[in-house]
């Protein structure tokens, strides 16, 4: 438990040290995409469709992904310094699990510590991992394959109903992104090789566990294709694309190439040669190194197969994963071969650790991409703000990021930096009176508010002339309902909600207004002629907010 709570412990002094400026970083790209409110059938329609009903995304079959990303919004909201807080706890966790299956994959602790580091410092983790929100859902299966590999290892000398969990990992893996289907294979590879390398008085893997993860993968499969019915399949790659998928995605992860940071090259050749320096000195290590080594490498090419269709660093998450169990295998065998003379085991740790911290220069000049007023995030800011499924005041936030002198004056956290971000309206308008207005484009609108604000006044209308029903909103202010109205006619009613800073969500840092009516209206339906076929709700006017 000692040799834990270290492994522990150096994952989150690792992590805070490296990454923690990324907790002012804010949002990036497909993160104002994701980052939004949830409906109930929006969740449980991801388990039997793509995983973006808007299909503004790649359709995926990526039902808890979503599950997640609708629970961290229901907590965290807009506030982006909590959702980093929450890249950064995960990640040290994944960190930590990782350096613990590296120690007993090896049989050493020198591998669990050196595993811990090169996770937290492999160039391959900010893009795919830690500093894009987005990628949380990597993060989530990290853990899961991690902690899957775990109770294999802990089980692999048990019977059959010990192993019925690892088929309950891979279906979570699967769900949470396609690529996790190699789980098991892996697992399988790993207890054969462990088998013949290591443990020859390893039982086989339990006929009746192949039968059953060989018939849930098909089960698997055929629930992702029906889910994703109709939906274009990937075009099949030729063999030449295929094997370019392949190799790119392995000499990234493994050998950090293309070399195009500072200090890059030589962590390139610090991945490059210790595995060289450990295969040399094969005779010397033990046979759980010599598994450690040979385990990393399958890791990585296993996890790289369902990249032959398109592969993309940010990822190549579980591909990376291999590639530091490599890395900490052979530093663990280069510094044992090295046991019978002293100085020359010192000299093999000090090649560790400068190389451990040339990747951690990479990584950290790597993370500098996502600074909120840097040249990339601007750059794909431009592109968000023609996205019409974002919020208006994002939008507009955006547009205020590019200004000259924004870094000084604007904050990089929405939560802080605006009074009002609605989500659930459609674009502004103008009434024919010349009211400004927006409608609703549902039955539910959530109006997030700045903390500080007591007051704020709500200008309603429905058009019951064209609808011709009455309507009945309800008013929820960080989930007490505080007012009903029934609106019989055409004129303007305004509703003041009072605010109190204690009532604000504390991880969300903002008040939570909600809208609700029992259902919304589609004008193209209802009136004879019209070719409106928006989805509409009432009219909502210029919020008052003090």
Known sequence: MRRVALLAGLAVVLTAAQYAVTVRYGFHYDDYHFVRPYATHEVLNAFHGAWDSSG???????????CLYASRFAVLGLNSEGYHLLSLAMFAVSAALFGLLAANLTGTFVAGIVGVAVFVVHPGMPYSAVAWITNQMHLAQLLVVITALLWWFAVRRRSMRWWIPLLLFQVIAFMIKEDGVMLIPLIVCLHTLRKVLTEPDLPHVPQLFLGSAAALLAALFVLRSSAL???????VPGVDQA???????LTGAFRLLPAKRPLQPAASWFVTLLPVAALLSWRRLTPGVRFGLLAGGMFGVLFVLPFVFIVKAEQLHLVTTGACLLIAA?????????????????????????????????????????????????RTDRMVEGWAAVPVELREYLGAKAAPGARDKLDAN???????VA???????????????RWMSGPIADIFIARDKRLV????????????????VSVFADGRLVSQIDLTDGAWHWTSVNL????????????????HLAHAWIPAQLIPGSADTRTLGLQVGVLDVR
């Open 414 to 420: 929405p939560a802080r930096a605006l009074d009002i």
């Open 229 to 235: 019915q109709g939906v274009p399949p990937h075009p």
């Open 56 to 66: 503004i995304e790649t359709p995926y079959f990526r039902p808890l992904t979503i």
């Open 423 to 437: 989500f659930g309206l459609h674009g502004r308008e103008t009434s024919p009176d010349g009211t400004p207005l």
């Open 330 to 378: 052979s530093a663990a065998g280069v510094i044992e071969a090295c046991a019978r003379l002293r100085l020359a085991q010192l000299c093999a740790a000090a090649i560790v650790i400068t190389g451990l911290a040339a990747m951690g220069s990479v990584a950290r000049n790597i993370t500098r991409d996502f600074e909120p007023f840097g040249t990339i995030v601007l």
């Open 243 to 249: 094997w370019a998928n392949v190799t790119r995605g």
């Open 500 to 515: 109190k800073p204690r009532d604000a969500s504390r991880a969300g840092r903002m008040h939570r207004l909600r809208l």
């Open 457 to 472: 006044t709500i200008p309603l209308r429905h058009e019951i002339g064209a609808f011709r029903e009455a309507a009945h």
